[in-house]
């Protein structure tokens, strides 16, 4: 599992969950860094991906990995709070599920684990 | 009158006239025959003898017989014995002139009247006419003066009806939001200054036709509800969407309002909710990063107590959420406070020299003071604004700890104020990264952060620069950045300077207080050089 997220108090709740979940979690701070993780290691089972980040922004990420052959089929959650509007949002299709902050630990859970029922 | 008689009246009376005329000339044609039918039987001449006095019994048939008698022609053709057909001659061709002179006055009275009553009837001049010159003492007369009394109800109805017309365009010009009337059919009757201003559209351009502010997929909505108007209904706080001329969005709370029971169309008036709706949009949004570490971090906390866990390294986590939920709700609600407008009826007169020294002062405190180099101020002395003390402080405040956040440690950040043709130019110039010049329109919008410190802990909440140019912009004044990518970013601030001469002066205060952002923008532009005059003159008799 890989977290991508540039707020740490977000990022160290979902890792806590995904752990307890017994799953291993990676937590990358910003878009650029996760992208690089990406390309460097193999695929993971699930992306986490925050949508508003400084730099290279959640959009931004998925677009990459939707044109990267190794990386296309990989299932993404959105992680969102703050969406100044409709544009900033990736199309349709692109990702598997979105979670919108705040949330309850338990919608973490169930998402991921419906991620990976369906893969 | 007479001067003003239309061709048409004066035909209507030619023909009457030319009728009595008519008939008059046919009776006596018909009168004549009959006396020549009489004559029909032989006659003798009686020379020597004296015609009879009185009733001639000789008489010429054919030429003036009045005349004739006059001569007393005794000769002549012999008239019958007929006394009775003169008398009747003679009191038809009286007859005659008496109904041709009647008919001929009676005709331009009434034709006088025509005259009058088209006037009434036309588009304006009617009752300002003449008022009918009729002393028939009859009901002819009486006529005219009814029709007078008539002309006069309808001018003071139609001055009632211009004032009236004139007070409802001034109050709806006055109103400084977007009114607009429509008919039954929904086209425009009515579009004041505020809609022009706001939508794009002139008046000229849109009377008489469907509102172009209404975008094609909302105009079915947009009839729905004006169905509901000419029912009579009233409707108030419709969120619709609408465009303006250059074809972008604009979200507007619309009422709307039937005349009378709707029939003859009705009003709206629009409040541009645009900025409000995006403000309060981005704030809810800008609230969940925070609400969801706060609540997030309670539900961990929850587990590891449950499990049994050490939960110390949450509580500063939870501590920093909290504190950050604290200062965006405070960052809003100061937001709203000059978003309402609650900075303008608190102008005075205000010395924007010792404001900013004011500022600076408050940020020595913060230990900052040292990066701030201040190149030049305002004429050395005071530079009096009409403005809010509190807000301008805050203005200045933000804008230099701006411009040291986002400047390197070791540079500084020149400050500098000066005032010149009526205006105090404020500028604050960072050495930082600046601003790439797609963002440069954007980093007044509220909740704008650079991308580069979205997220981390030196960049702020995104609503500094916004309350910045809403301070401003109740000042009367305006802000804007200059940048080049790498070079820093200068912030200038241009506020109109007083134009009055009595410091604290309570009569041109309380007049000033009224509006007084617009009114004092456009004293400042007018008289550039007075305001500097006097500016200075100011400056030495303060005491600073």
């Known amino acids: 599992m890989l977290v991508i997220e540039d707020e740490a108090t977000i990022a160290l709740i979902l890792s806590e969950v995904l752990r307890e979940q017994g799953h291993e979690a990676v937590t990358v701070s910003g878009g650029a860094a996760g992208l690089d993780w990406l390309r460097e290691s193999p695929p993971p089972d699930v992306v986490l991906l925050d949508l508003f980040m400084p730099g290279l922004g959640g959009r931004d990420v998925l677009k990459a990995m939707r044109s990267d052959p190794r990386?296309?089929?990989?299932?993404?959650?959105?992680?969102?709070?703050?969406?100044?509007?409709?544009?900033?949002?990736?199309?349709?299709?692109?990702?598997?599920?979105?979670?919108?902050?705040?949330?309850?630990?338990?919608?973490?859970?169930?998402?991921?684990?419906?991620?990976?029922?369906r893969r | 009158m007479s001067g003003s008689f239309r061709s048409g009246a004066r035909r209507s009376r030619f023909r009457f006239g030319v009728r009595c005329q008519l008939v008059g000339l046919v009776l006596l044609i018909l009168l004549s025959l009959l006396s020549a039918v009489n004559m029909t039987e032989p006659y003798e001449a009686y020379p020597g003898r004296e015609p009879e006095t009185g009733r001639g019994r000789y008489e010429l048939v054919g030429a003036a017989f009045t005349d004739a008698s006059a001569r007393g022609i005794r000769t002549g053709a012999r008239?019958?014995?007929?006394?009775?057909?003169?008398?009747?001659?003679?009191?038809?061709?009286?007859?005659?002139?008496?109904?041709?002179?009647?008919?001929?006055?009676?005709?331009?009275?009434?034709?006088?009247?025509?005259e009058r009553a088209a006037a009434i009837a036309g588009p304006y001049g009617g009752p300002d006419a003449n008022p009918a010159d009729d002393a028939g003492g009859d009901e002819l007369e009486e006529a005219a003066r009814a029709l007078d009394r008539m002309a006069a109800r309808i001018e003071a109805v139609e001055k009632e009806l211009l004032a009236s017309n004139r007070k409802f365009r001034a109050l709806v010009e006055?109103?400084?939001?977007?009114?607009?009337?429509?008919?039954?059919?929904?086209?425009?009757?009515?579009?004041?200054?505020?809609?022009?201003?706001?939508?794009?559209?002139?008046?000229?351009?849109v009377l008489g036709r469907q509102s172009p502010a209404v975008p094609d997929e909302e105009g079915d909505e947009a009839m729905a509800l004006w169905a509901r108007v000419l029912a009579g209904e009233s409707l108030s706080g419709l969120i619709v969407r609408r465009r303006r001329r250059d074809g972008s969005p604009i979200d507007i709370s619309l009422s709307l309002a039937p005349w009378g029971d709707?029939?003859?169309?009705?009003?709206?008036?629009?409040?541009?909710?645009?900025?409000?709706?995006?403000?309060?949009?981005?704030?809810?949004?800008?609230?969940?990063?925070?609400?969801?570490?706060?609540?997030?971090?309670?539900?961990?906390?929850?587990?590891?107590?449950?499990?049994?866990?050490?939960?110390?390294?949450?509580?500063?986590?939870?501590?920093?959420?909290?504190?950050?939920?604290?200062?965006?709700?405070?960052?809003?609600?100061?937001?709203?406070?000059?978003?309402?407008?609650?900075?303008?009826?608190?102008?005075?007169?205000?010395?924007?020299?010792?404001?900013?020294?004011?500022?600076?002062?408050?940020?020595?405190?913060?230990?900052?003071?040292?990066?701030?180099?201040?190149?030049?101020?305002?004429?050395?002395?005071?530079?009096?604004?009409?403005?809010?003390?509190?807000?301008?402080?805050?203005?200045?405040?933000?804008?230099?700890?701006?411009?040291?956040?986002?400047?390197?440690?070791?540079?500084?950040?020149?400050?500098?104020?000066?005032?010149?043709?009526?205006?105090?130019?404020?500028?604050?110039?960072?050495?930082?990264a600046g601003i790439p010049p797609s963002e440069l329109d954007r980093v007044f919008e509220p909740f704008y952060?650079?991308?580069?410190?979205?997220?981390?802990?030196?960049?702020?909440?995104?609503?500094?620069?916004?309350?910045?140019?809403?301070?401003?912009?109740?000042?009367?004044?305006?802000?804007?950045?200059?940048?080049?990518?790498?070079?820093?970013?200068?912030?200038?601030?241009?506020?109109?300077?007083?134009?009055?001469?009595?410091?604290?002066?309570?009569?041109?205060?309380?007049?000033?207080?009224?509006?007084?952002?617009d009114e004092k923008r456009i004293t400042g532009e007018e008289q550039p050089t007075r305001a500097k005059e006097r500016a200075e003159g100011e400056d030495e008799g303060a005491d600073g």
Not at chain 1, 81 to 104: H, M, R, W
Not at chain 2, 390 to 401: A, G, I, Y
């Open chain 1, 71 to 117: 990386l296309k089929d990989v299932p993404v959650v959105l992680v969102t709070g703050a969406v100044p509007s409709v544009e900033d949002f990736p199309p349709n299709g692109t990702y598997q599920a979105l979670i919108t902050k705040p949330f309850d630990l338990s919608d973490i859970t169930e998402t991921i684990d419906a991620c990976l029922r």
């Open chain 2, 79 to 114: 008239v019958a014995d007929t006394p009775d057909l003169l008398i009747m001659l003679l009191v038809s061709g009286v007859s005659l002139a008496m109904a041709h002179t009647v008919g001929n006055r009676l005709a331009r009275r009434l034709a006088a009247l025509q």
């Open chain 2, 174 to 205: 006055s109103v400084p939001l977007p009114v607009v009337a429509a008919d039954a059919e929904g086209n425009v009757t009515l579009w004041n200054r505020a809609a022009e201003r706001v939508f794009g559209w002139t008046e000229a351009e």
């Open chain 2, 262 to 432: 709707g029939t003859q169309g009705g009003l709206g008036v629009f409040l541009d909710i645009t900025e409000r709706l995006r403000f309060l949009q981005v704030a809810a949004h800008m609230l969940r990063n925070p609400m969801a570490g706060v609540s997030g971090l309670v539900s961990l906390l929850e587990r590891r107590v449950a499990a049994g866990q050490p939960v110390g390294d949450l509580v500063p986590l939870l501590r920093r959420d909290t504190e950050r939920l604290a200062a965006l709700l405070s960052a809003i609600l100061e937001a709203f406070r000059v978003q309402e407008g609650q900075i303008g009826p608190e102008l005075e007169r205000v010395d924007l020299t010792g404001t900013v020294l004011s500022a600076l002062d408050s940020l020595r405190v913060a230990g900052v003071a040292e990066r701030i180099r201040l190149e030049g101020l305002c004429c050395d002395g005071p530079c009096w604004i009409w403005g809010d003390p509190e807000p301008l402080r805050d203005m200045v405040r933000t804008l230099v700890t701006n411009a040291l956040t986002y400047s390197p440690d070791d540079e500084p950040v020149v400050l500098s104020l000066s005032c010149s043709n009526g205006l105090a130019t404020l500028s604050v110039a960072d050495r930082g």
């Open chain 2, 449 to 517: 952060r650079s991308r580069e410190l979205v997220g981390s802990e030196k960049g702020g909440l995104g609503l500094g620069l916004y309350v910045c140019r809403e301070i401003v912009r109740a000042h009367g004044g305006r802000i804007w950045v200059a940048s080049a990518e790498g070079r820093g970013a200068v912030f200038r601030v241009e506020l109109p300077v007083c134009q009055g001469e009595d410091p604290g002066g309570g009569a041109e205060r309380s007049e000033r207080r009224t509006g007084a952002a």
